[in-house]
């Protein structure tokens, strides 16, 4: 049994930054690739960042591109996501996923394993 465990989250002023941290077990981790997603209230849910299995690949949605930066240690199973300059738009609930791949994907439909979830509250 796959786990994943978001933590991180919080309520946060707009320009600010938080760290969004997601702890996996029960596979081995640094054979796949991971990912975030976010869902706003009332939306889909969509696309953030992806990293590949070695960490030296990456893809950000262009939302989030220049803000926001993913990485992984493997040594610790755990992928992070680093968001500076929040925006009220950023508001969401932030789910990790592991993927069914080591290269880098980014449709949610090659992500197998989710976390239950992180909000995020960006206020303005």
């Known amino acids: 049994q796959v786990h994943l465990v978001e933590s991180g989250g919080g309520l946060v002023q707009a320009g600010g930054s938080l760290r969004l941290s997601c702890a996996a077990s029960?596979?081995?981790?640094?054979?796949?690739?991971m990912g975030w997603f976010r869902r706003a209230p009332g939306k889909e849910r969509e696309f953030v960042a992806a990293?590949?299995?070695?960490?030296?690949?990456?893809d950000y949605a262009n939302s989030v591109k220049g803000r926001f930066t993913i990485s992984r240690d493997n040594a610790k199973n755990t992928v992070y996501l680093q968001m500076n300059s929040l925006k009220p738009e950023d508001t969401a609930v932030y789910y990790c996923?592991?993927?069914?791949?080591?290269?880098?994907?980014?449709?949610?439909?090659?992500?197998?394993?989710w976390g239950q979830g992180t909000q995020v509250t960006v206020s303005s």
């Open positions: 996923a592991t993927s069914k791949y080591a290269p880098l994907v980014v449709t949610q439909y090659d992500y197998i394993y």
């Open positions: 029960g596979r081995t981790f640094s054979s796949y690739a």
């Open positions: 990293i590949s299995w070695s960490g030296i690949s990456t």
